[in-house]
């Protein structure tokens, strides 16, 4: 029995955060004040459908935290330093040891993404099954819900290299695919919601938390995630065509992008990836902190401005499981900062990977200079092949997307694991988590 994808969803609660998941195991509890399943697939409102619909945005922080600290650990982004010696051991497979397809790493993610692609088949079922909305309105609710369910399988692409794509009914749920099958899966479920979105009008029925919330604007999103999810599966071509109907700009703010926002209200969340930073050597923060890998310092190009902005240096260096670094994360400015979803920076990036996948390597150098000169570096200076410029640009990737889940995936999809640094003697290079077991039951 498939306990994490059958057991995700009973009820529907009401509220706007109030469908988010922090762990593998889901208890089956009643809400009286919410609608259960059964109800919303049998003629649901207007009012039950637009729940629905904030529970897929809020559900798709699921996860989120262990996703970007588990993945950058093993790619020796940084080190988690806190109580659970499975961050300094399992992670960097200390002393021989293996991933456990039990463990907080394993689960964590698997369970949040479900959770998000389960509210999102619901509100696809229920928009089947209502009289309540007209069809131009049942659009925006389908191209919404599509779009979401491909993000969150890419997502679960780049953490385990494999994924269920058919889960629409959990007690028939269909084979685990490996990369290339989900990716054509994605790519075939965006198409379909950019033409739903086409259709939808100039406006939602439901809100969302970010500004990309009418259909113009979240086609936007959803070409973004396409072009994505094209260079994933090396076609170049795919991915500036994309491109061009999202909201990337090559000139453009490098901010500009849909955003999850946190809280600290009643059923919200705190940004996970948040650490308290240190104030003083009296002070440092020693009982949770993301330690930044040193060769992450150490082997920035002098002048680069994502060094400092990013990061700080401790007041004193720190140990741990004979592991030490002598920067801290600052990445986040509080525990209710925003994390961005994709943005022109990563877009950007993107654009030059298409462009290198294309050959067409002048406007991939052209793009990357955009990024360097953003950071505070002069124009790429190096040899311009696809070897040297693919070089750059994961290089490039490394710096502005520290900490945000990629660099595991960068390193894998281009062979290249096996450059990461070993920190201690025994420790070994992982680039993918375990499938959980209870997927294997």
């Not at 209502?130 to 399988?153: P, R, S």
């Not at 990977?353 to 002069?378: H, K, S």
């Not at 696809?386 to 062979?415: F, G, I, K, V």
Request: proline share 4%.
């Amino acid at each position: 029995m498939k306990y994490i994808l059958k057991n995700t969803i009973k009820y529907i609660a009401v509220g706007a955060f109030a469908m988010t998941v922090t762990s593998c195991t889901i208890d089956e509890v009643v809400d009286p004040n919410g609608p259960s399943v059964e109800g919303v697939l049998s003629n649901a409102s207007k009012t039950q459908l637009n729940e629905i619909a904030v529970g897929v945005e809020s559900s798709s922080r699921n996860g989120m935290g262990v996703e970007v600290t588990a993945s950058g650990t093993m790619a020796r982004e940084f080190y988690v330093f806190d109580a659970d010696p499975r961050n300094t051991g399992d992670l960097l497979g200390k002393n021989g040891i293996s991933l456990d397809n039990n463990s907080f790493y394993s689960t964590s993610q698997w369970t949040g993404s479900y959770n998000c692609i389960k509210n999102a088949n619901l509100l696809i079922d229920a928009i089947a099954n209502t009289t309540a909305v007209n069809d131009q309105e049942k659009a925006g609710y389908l191209g919404f819900a599509k779009t979401m369910i491909a993000y969150e399988l890419i997502q679960l692409i780049k953490s385990y290299g494999k994924a269920r794509v058919d889960v629409s009914d959990p007690n028939n749920l269909g084979a685990i695919l490996e990369e290339a099958a989900v990716l054509t899966e994605v790519r075939s479920l965006l198409d379909e919601a950019k033409t739903n979105l086409e259709g939808a009008g100039d406006a939602f029925e439901f809100s969302l938390s970010h500004s990309y919330n009418t259909p113009e604007k979240f086609i936007e999103f959803n070409r973004a995630i396409a072009a994505i999810a094209a260079v994933y599966s090396g076609d170049g071509n795919a991915a500036l065509t994309a491109l061009n109907d999202s909201f990337f700009n090559l000139s453009g703010d490098l901010k500009e992008g849909p955003r999850f926002n946190f809280g600290l209200g009643g059923g919200d969340r705190a940004n996970p990836v948040f650490k308290v930073p240190s104030e003083s050597a009296e002070k440092p923060n020693n009982g949770d902190q993301i330690i930044v890998h040193d060769s992450w310092i150490t082997e920035a190009e002098a002048g680069d401005t994502r060094v400092t902005e990013k990061t700080a240096v401790r007041p004193d260096p720190t140990t741990q499981d004979d592991l030490s670094g002598t920067h801290e994360t600052r990445l986040y400015a509080s525990n209710v900062a925003p994390i961005d979803i994709v943005r022109n920076e990563e877009l950007i990036l993107v654009y030059a990977e298409a462009n290198i996948l294309a050959n067409d390597l002048g406007e991939a150098e052209t793009a990357l200079n955009v990024i360097r000169n953003a950071a505070g570096l002069p124009d790429y200076s190096g040899a311009q092949t696809a070897d040297a410029l693919t070089t750059e640009m994961l290089n490039q990737r490394r710096y502005s997307l520290w900490c945000e889940n990629h660099r595991m995936y960068d390193l894998r999809r281009y062979n290249l694991s096996d450059t990461l640094p070993i920190d201690r003697t025994g420790d070994q290079v992982f680039n993918v988590f375990p499938v959980p077991l209870s997927e294997n039951n």
